[in-house]
Each structure stands twice: as structure tokens, then as C-alpha cells.
């Protein structure tokens, strides 16, 4: 079999750029704290004694579903599949209203607010670097590949 036969080879965690590797450990750290708060809504709505236990349930599955969002981008970021940073970019985008409004708190929310605002901020920065765009195989419009 030939060279030119040969299936090219998937990319190794050595050929993989640090900025999508911290990008990716950004994204499923966030999907890990989404799930950890839907299953403590979860269990509270379930065992506790909510307001509305209806609205506790649903709060947590929706929690547990969302994660879902940044948990595949993360691992495609991993993977080095091009679909990925768009998943991982509009998790960062939809977390940085969220940030804005536990900052508006006054309680302890503001340490959570001020961590989520530079995570989400970092990961931006990491996803949009012309190294990871590079490396995740995104051209830009009109542009042919290289």
C-alpha cells in the first residue's frame, strides 16, 4: 500500500495546540459545574421541600441537558473536529450574561459571577486565536485551504 493509500493518521494530543487543550479543559469544566447544579436542583426537588417541587425538577433536568452543550464541544476540541468551536463559543456567549447578572447580586454570588466572566472571557479568546482555528481546520470565508 502506497503512501498515498494510507489513511491519514488522527491527530495526537502532541500535534494538538496547548490554546485547544485549555480551551477545551474550559468548556468541560463548565459542563461539569452545569451538571453538578442540576443534579443538587435534581436531589433538592426530589427530597427536599421546594417551593415548587416541579419547577426544582425541571430546573435540574434542564441544567443536566444544557451541559450537554459544552461536554461535546469539549471533547470535539480535544478530538480536533472544526464543528466544536462553534458549540464551545456560544457556551462562552451564553455564559457571559449570566456572569453579568451574578455580579448584579448582592451575596455570594459575585465570586461566581467575577469567576464565570473571566472564564468565559479566557475560553473566547482561546477559541477565536488563529492558532486554534488553524488547528480545528476553519478557513475563513473565500479563503482556500493551505
Not at 485547544?20 to 435534581?42: D, I, K, P, R
Not at 469539549?74 to 478530538?79: D, E, I, N, Q
Not at 486554534?132 to 470565508?141: E, H, N, Y
Request: aromatic share 2%; net charge positive; with cysteine.
Amino acid at each position: 500500500m502506497s503512501s498515498e493509500q494510507t489513511p491519514a493518521a488522527p491527530e495526537t494530543e502532541a500535534s494538538r495546540p496547548r490554546r485547544v487543550t485549555y480551551a477545551a479543559a474550559l468548556c468541560a469544566l463548565e459542563g461539569l459545574a452545569l451538571v453538578t447544579g442540576g443534579v443538587w436542583m435534581l436531589v433538592l426537588g426530589l427530597t427536599g421541600a421546594p417551593d415548587d417541587r416541579q419547577q426544582a425538577v425541571t430546573g435540574g433536568v434542564t441544567l443536566i441537558v444544557l451541559a450537554l452543550l459544552p461536554l461535546l464541544a469539549a471533547r470535539g476540541l480535544l478530538s480536533l473536529r472544526g464543528w466544536s468551536r462553534g458549540p464551545a463559543v456560544i457556551t462562552q456567549v451564553m455564559a457571559l450574561p449570566v456572569a453579568y447578572t451574578l455580579l448584579q447580586a448582592d451575596s455570594m454570588a459575585i465570586p461566581a459571577g467575577i469567576a464565570l466572566m473571566a472564564m468565559a472571557v479566557t475560553a473566547l479568546v482561546l477559541l477565536v486565536n488563529r492558532e486554534t482555528t488553524r488547528a480545528l481546520g476553519i478557513r475563513g470565508p473565500g479563503r482556500t485551504p493551505e
